[in-house]
């Protein structure tokens, strides 16, 4: 069973600070994602990578940047946090690195930026 | 790139009655469209996806159809149960890319 965490479920930050969000997935899998979800805006690609060490924008990368040292994690991280980051983020990551391989998410965190 | 619009926004129906959601796509290329699941407070998950190759799939009581030529693709989920009640987000993937684009999804109650 693919098991993909996430370092919290909530967090909670003041605008400006640095932010680090982790993603873990138990199934050596290749690719990793993460989005953000916002109500009527549905689930937006931040930023994916492919490989260790890889990595790619995603369609709203401005103002995040993410880190993938090992296999099995993705951070995301939020050089200065603002207001407009308050979020939902989620993680999700693939077997292979085919844009048809299902995605498994992660429970997701909950990020207020005050 | 790719853009996914998805309607309605929300749907209600009666426990039995069907649900229909509907999504239209930009890029007449996209040849993988995935649906997911996002029960309230848990994560999303895949419950059914359909290549370009072929018009409709059924996996009991849901079914995707996909129209090329018009590009959109539904989701229909007969004899709807309250279980069924969470949010659909379809999906398309763009020819050459390893990204999905989501539509904004659809959140469905099922009442008893």
């Known amino acids: 069973d693919v098991k993909v965490t996430q370092s919290s479920r909530y967090l909670v930050k003041r605008t400006g600070e640095k932010v680090f969000l982790e993603c873990v997935q138990d199934m050596d899998h290749e690719n990793m994602f993460w989005y953000r979800q916002d109500p009527g805006l549905g689930l937006r690609l931040i930023y994916f990578s492919y490989d260790v060490k890889m990595k790619e924008k995603g369609d709203i990368p401005e103002g995040y940047s993410v880190s993938r040292e090992k296999k099995e994690r993705f951070s995301l991280i939020l050089e200065s946090a603002s207001t407009n980051q308050t979020s939902m983020y989620l993680c999700?990551?693939?077997?292979?690195?085919?844009?048809?391989?299902?995605?498994?998410f992660g429970p997701g965190t909950r990020l207020t930026v005050l | 790139g790719e853009n996914v619009e998805q309607h309605p926004s929300t749907l209600s129906v009666q426990e039995g009655d069907s649900a229909v959601i509907k999504c239209t796509y930009s890029?007449?290329?996209?040849?993988?469209f995935p649906w997911y699941k996002q029960e309230l407070g848990k994560r999303p998950q895949l419950i059914i996806d359909i290549r370009s190759n072929v018009g409709e799939k059924k996996d009991q009581r849901i079914a995707v159809t996909l129209n090329k030529t018009a590009k959109h693709f539904s989701l229909h989920i007969t004899e709807t149960q309250p279980e069924d009640s969470a949010v659909y987000f379809c999906a398309a993937l763009g020819w050459g890319t390893d990204k999905l684009i989501f539509g904004t999804g659809t959140r469905l109650q099922v009442f008893p």
């Open positions: 890029d007449s290329a996209s040849n993988y």
């Open positions: 999700a990551s693939t077997l292979g690195r085919e844009g048809t391989d299902t995605q498994y």
